[in-house]
């Protein structure tokens, strides 16, 4: 993917905003709409990674991964069901807000971003470190700032957004293997939903990268 156009990055952050409006209800929607938007200056150019290696290394990747992974999810969703998959025990809700926040804990907390530009021209020209890490920030694991910055904000999550928000990288994240990793039906996900969201995140960060770093070698 080239870089968003102005254009381009406030369309994307106007589907952003539009996600909450039609997909989460009552006074959660209007905590989620005050909360992003008091961000919207950080959040509308910001990255969702620091690196070109990674996906969307670049101003305004961020929501527009965000609104990737939103649009993934309603499908993943529809095909599990397709395929005879339980999808009743969870809501749409739980599923659209799970994918919108899953990543928030990558924009740092309420005072510090969590990378900021990088002014090494060595580093960006030799490694595509276009972005370095604030050392400013407490150290915490994306989806642990995830689900605190929400607390910190005042607005409920519930146990199945938890889990997904929590284990949305998968197997890719030694951490939950204690949720996804296990052998007995007890331990096992009660819900279908954090595989579905993992899916999804998986999906949009390769196509994001097809577009990206991967464009001249497939």
Known sequence: MTNLTAEQIQENWNIFIQNIEDYITEDRKLQLKDFYESLQERLIVYPASNQLKYHNCMPGGYVDHVNRVVKASLYVFKLWGLMGAKTDNYTQEELVFSAINHDLGKIGDTNHEAYLPSDDAWRKKNLGEMYTFNTELHFMQVPDRSIFLLQEAG?????????????????????????????????????????????????AARIEAEGQILKDLI
């Open 155 to 203: 607005i409920p999550i519930t146990r199945n957004e938890f889990i997904a928000i929590k284990t949305h990288d998968g197997l890719y994240d030694q951490a939950n293997e204690a949720y996804l990793k296990s052998y007995t039906p007890e331990t096992k996900p009660r819900t279908n939903l954090p595989y579905i969201l993992h899916q999804a995140d998986m999906m």
